[in-house]
DNA sequence: TTTACTGCTATACTTTAGTATACTACTATA
DNA sequence: TATAGTAGTATACTAAAGTATAGCAGTAAA
């Protein structure tokens, strides 16, 4: 019986379900994204302010995941034709309610905790 | 100014907070655990049942997922002395509860995919 | 005694993610 | 002409995640 409802109930989840699902995960995991996101999230960055709030990550992770997060609609990069030049990130409103969702994690991660400690 | 209140607000930003988010992330990402997780929603199932709901996952992934999803608290694994002997994997309250952060990351992604393609 | 069902494990491999280190192109200042 | 600041790229590597394929241990029915 059991079983069967919950057979359906799968056969019955909506591709958009799953899709939507693994569009938030595709931009939020991976070792930087997050710290990359945090970052910009009190304001436009450049480059090498990232780097210096992340000192850790190589410039080649930093450029690489900036291109994708630009492709994901998370982020915009403008160049101010200054000399040198600058290139400003910052993030789009998509980038910005990034954090509701994250919210909802803190608030599970939280009472998860508590959960398994006290068994 | 802007730039002050930044670093403010990263240093500021509580180590609990970004744990919390780990755990989270942790639990759900992978290739497999989130459709483990949802054969499991919706009553507890055995180990081939799961295999069956997941066609393509390998029963070594499927063991090492289960495992770690028991350490994590997400589910529990009870033995059954039936003869062939049985095995059923059920979710945790926690396990249960990932899925209001499963519905905001629906929510915001469904509200991305519209921003990203109308521009 | 063979077959089949349960729930896995073992070994070796490929693919993806991330790291290390060095370097580029442009330009203004010293 | 050398140096420093901007924002990256190139190449080669290691580590982590996932795959493929085969097999094990227990039991019970044919």
Known sequence: ??????????KNC????VLSINDTLNVISG????PILGSILFGKKRFTDIQRNIPKITPR???KELKEL???GMLVRTVHDSTPVMV???LTDSG???TEVLDKMVEW???HRKAVITG
């Open 1 to 10: 019986m059991e079983k069967i409802d919950a057979l359906k109930e799968v």
């Open 14 to 17: 909506p591709i958009q379900y």
């Open 31 to 34: 070792k930087w994204k997050l």
């Open 61 to 63: 992770m930093l450029s």
């Open 70 to 72: 630009e492709l994901n």
């Open 88 to 90: 400003e990130y910052s």
């Open 96 to 98: 910005q309610s990034i």
């Open 109 to 111: 991660g939280i009472q």
